[in-house]
């Protein structure tokens, strides 16, 4: 069996390598060239410290258990660990643990138990659970009875961690004490200041346990538990309102587009006038806006001055119905990397955080939003807090607990969407989180049909220009409420009322007084009343009095002849030709590209200033493409490696490490190497394999095992400092030619090796990347 970490490695099998480039995908970015670099890569601090990180609380336990009971002697079994943490009964779900962290190597096994990796004593800390320094050879018996009053609370003080402790001061009771400790054996010192209590001692002392309790399995908070049909009531309830706000926005700001600030962002002022238009706070009108630039239907128009306007999208999305609208915000924020809670407040230079600003942007959020999500889903039908979720999450991930403020600000757009409802994940919501990083629209849309509220199509029509809406408006329902009325409540019945501002809205988007009255005579379940159609004719008459429109360019002429049937060619629709006199027409494109097309066209033109003053060319503008925003903004997930991609990589490492460049997993080239073998295990490298028939180190003698790859060299390094043992190391002098010594590693960090030079008696630091080969020495 394998006797090293890197030798155990080299034995995995291709769907073993795979399963560990899957739980850890920093192995393979970029490449590793060998098997053994491999190694020394899931030995290092970075990439052990990045696989530690989302730990649960439990994972962590048992390896801190295995770390403090190995201490690089035996293996350990599951047995004895589950016995450690004081649940003998958990031997299977340390099994399990093991199991999985064997899959991420940061663990490795001989046969006969468990070994922890190389990189985890430095990641975990050198006082695993608590414990202190081992030390060679048996201590001495604890016979805590036998110890004073003032040994046993220095003891008790140091059992449970940290085991380091301050020297008293010379003449106190508790100084008498530690330096009896330390006579007996007790307690070590590590300085003049400080001592230390040892391993053994400790664990004698906690009775052979690692902690104090296991903490294996998740907590599970109370909470409250609240019926289904509520939360699904709430939800519903909170998509629909979610999705009026979204389109509110989107019709306010194609009327009035705001502007975006210098440094990127929605104005402050803006920012309050949504809060007014949408009758809400301005947390909730930032996460509004938000929402629907993630969804693509508001985005920055590119000019200058640049202004925040619907984007194509939105024309579709406007005509959808309620349930396919709240599945396109969904999938956005599902995918989103935005934080709207961060609104209002500063960035380390002071400045204030504002909507839409690309200083909003992290890349955690959507790993943290299924996190919270997977919490909620754990516990169903029971209500939880802020508090309540972030206690789970400190057991799932310790090393790496999220900010308070992120977790509220996420339950709290959850609960806005509809995605919670009464603190409880809805059934939208279970659909949202089973879909992961690439929801479908039509999958959400049909869940969140079957809670929304059977709609209704007509409204009941009162002489106070008032209406009621009994039940859920269907999409023209809605359409002309939002239009033509003002909603003065809601619940399960809306009550709207008509007013002249309603109406002059109305036909601000284009109707016509007669065609408003017929469509509320066709929503309503009576006549229309008299008082109401008296204020939408009397409105449409006044409204129709003067006009004002907009061109962006016209065209004129001397001759009527030369502008005959332009304004009526279809070819000539995109330009909004309208006729204003017969040698003038108005166009709805800029001056430049109406110019372009009448020349196109065989008319000779020419470019004049609004003083009628001729001008030179002019270089016409690229139109805005309102889609790009999704390219721009780059708001979808990362994709890592596929596990195809995975087995090619592993083909190729067996390849490298077999000395062949096309050799494929499970089928070795008959002339290579042994099955895993790799240059320096038995092979001698030739030109092209590492090998070098001038090397330094002499023509066969010990060629073969001189590492040369990074990662290799920095594997051989780090077993020698972990054997404490001597290698040739050949690096590049201060001169830039090659010198061979023999060192001893004493330190390996941060791209540095810290050696002893037993021939010099010196020390001395060599960057990493100078070391062009490294050889054992034995």
């Known amino acids: 069996m394998a006797v090293t970490f890197t030798e155990w490695v080299r034995t995995r099998t291709d769907d073993e390598l795979v399963t560990l480039l899957r739980a850890r995908p920093d192995l393979g970015t970029p490449s590793p060239s060998t098997l053994r670099s491999l190694a020394a890569r899931a030995a290092s601090r970075t990439s052990t410290e990045r696989a530690v990180a989302h730990l649960d609380a439990g994972t962590l336990q048992v390896l801190e258990s295995l770390l403090a009971l190995s201490d690089g002697g035996p293996p350990v079994g599951a047995a004895r660990i589950a016995a450690a943490l004081g649940a003998p009964d958990a031997v299977g779900p340390v099994a399990r643990v093991l199991d999985d962290a064997r899959d991420a190597a940061l663990v490795w096994d001989d046969g006969d138990g468990v070994h922890p990796s190389p990189g985890l004593e430095e990641v975990l800390g050198p006082y695993p659970a608590g414990l202190g320094p081992a030390r060679d050879g048996d201590g001495p018996t604890v016979d805590v009875a036998a110890l004073s009053p003032a040994a046993r609370q220095v003891l008790d003080a140091l059992t449970w961690g940290p085991p380091v402790g301050v020297v008293p001061p010379e003449g106190s009771a508790a100084r008498v004490a530690v330096d009896g400790l330390v006579t007996d054996g007790l307690l070590a010192r590590s300085d003049t200041r400080h001592v230390l209590l040892p391993r053994d001692v400790g664990l004698a002392l906690r009775g052979g346990r690692t902690h104090r309790t296991p903490d294996l399995d998740p907590p599970r908070p109370a909470g409250t538990v609240v019926p289904d049909a509520t939360v699904d009531a709430e939800a519903a309830g909170a998509a629909l309102e979610i999705v009026r706000q979204v389109a509110h926005v989107v019709v306010a700001w194609d009327d009035t587009p705001p502007s975006t600030l210098r440094a990127g962002g929605l104005a402050v002022r803006d920012l309050r006038r949504t809060a007014r238009l949408l009758e809400t706070d301005e947390a909730t009108a930032a996460t509004v806006v938000e929402l629907a630039a993630s969804a693509g239907l508001v985005a920055d128009d590119g000019d200058a001055p640049a202004s925040y306007v619907p984007t194509t999208r939105a024309d579709g999305w406007e005509e959808a119905e309620d349930a396919d609208r ?53 516990q169903p039908g029971v209500a939880l807090g802020v508090d309540d979720v972030l206690e789970v999450l400190r057991w799932r991930s310790p090393r790496a607990v999220p900010p308070e403020a992120a977790v509220a600000g996420l339950l ?367």
């Open 326 to 378: 709240w599945a396109t915000l969904a999938t956005a924020w599902r995918r989103s990397r935005r934080t709207p809670w961060q609104v209002g407040t500063r960035d380390e230079k002071g400045t204030v955080r504002a909507p839409l600003s690309a200083d909003l942007q992290r890349p955690w959020v959507p790993r943290l939003r299924e996190q919270v999500l997977a919490v909620l889903a754990a």
């Open 412 to 778: 709290r757009e959850a609960a806005l969407l509809g995605v919670t409802g009464a603190g409880v994940l809805s059934s939208p919501g279970r659909a949202v989180l089973a879909a992961g990083d690439d929801p479908g629209e039509e999958d959400l849309a049909e869940a969140m049909r079957t809670v929304f509220p059977e709609e209704v199509h007509e409204f009941l029509l009162q002489g106070d220009l008032t209406g009621i809406v009994p039940g859920r408006p269907g999409p023209e329902l809605a359409r002309l409420i939002d239009q033509a009325a003002e909603v003065e409540s809601r619940g399960a019945a809306t009550t709207v009322r008509f007013t002249t501002g309603s109406v002059t809205r109305a036909l601000d988007h284009g109707r016509s007084g007669e065609d408003l009255l017929a469509e509320i005579a066709q929503r309503s379940a009576v006549p229309v009343p008299q008082p109401l159609e008296y204020l939408v004719k009397d409105t449409a008459r006044r409204h129709e009095a003067l006009r004002v429109g907009s061109a962006q360019s016209y065209v004129r002429t001397a001759d009527p002849a030369t502008l005959a049937g332009l304004a009526d060619d279809p070819r000539l629709a995109s330009l909004g030709l309208v006729r204003l006199a017969p040698t003038v027409l108005a166009a709805s494109v800029p001056a430049a590209e109406l110019h372009e097309v009448l020349r196109e066209r065989g008319l000779l033109s020419a470019l004049e200033g609004p003083d009628g003053r001729p001008l030179g060319r002019v270089r016409r503008g690229a139109r805005l493409d309102r889609d790009a925003w999704s390219r721009r903004r780059g708001g979808g997930s990362v994709r890592g490696m596929t596990d195809a991609g995975r087995r090619e990589l592993v083909a190729r490492i067996r390849g490298t490490s077999r000395g062949g460049t096309s050799a494929s997993a499970g089928s070795p080239d008959p002339g290579a190497s042994p099955a895993g073998a790799e240059p320096g295990f038995g092979s001698v490298p030739g030109p092209g394999r590492g090998g070098n028939a001038a090397s330094p180190f002499g023509e066969g003698v010990g060629v073969g095992r001189a590492v040369r790859e990074p990662g290799d060299v920095q594997a051989e390094l780090s077993e020698a400092l972990r054997d404490g043992r001597t290698v040739w190391v050949e690096l590049v002098g201060g001169s830039g030619a090659l010198e061979r010594r023999e060192l001893r590693p004493m330190r390996l960090e941060g791209g540095r090796l810290r050696a002893l030079d037993p021939v010099r008696e010196a020390e001395l630091t060599i960057a990493v990347h100078r070391i062009a080969s490294v050889q054992p020495t034995d």
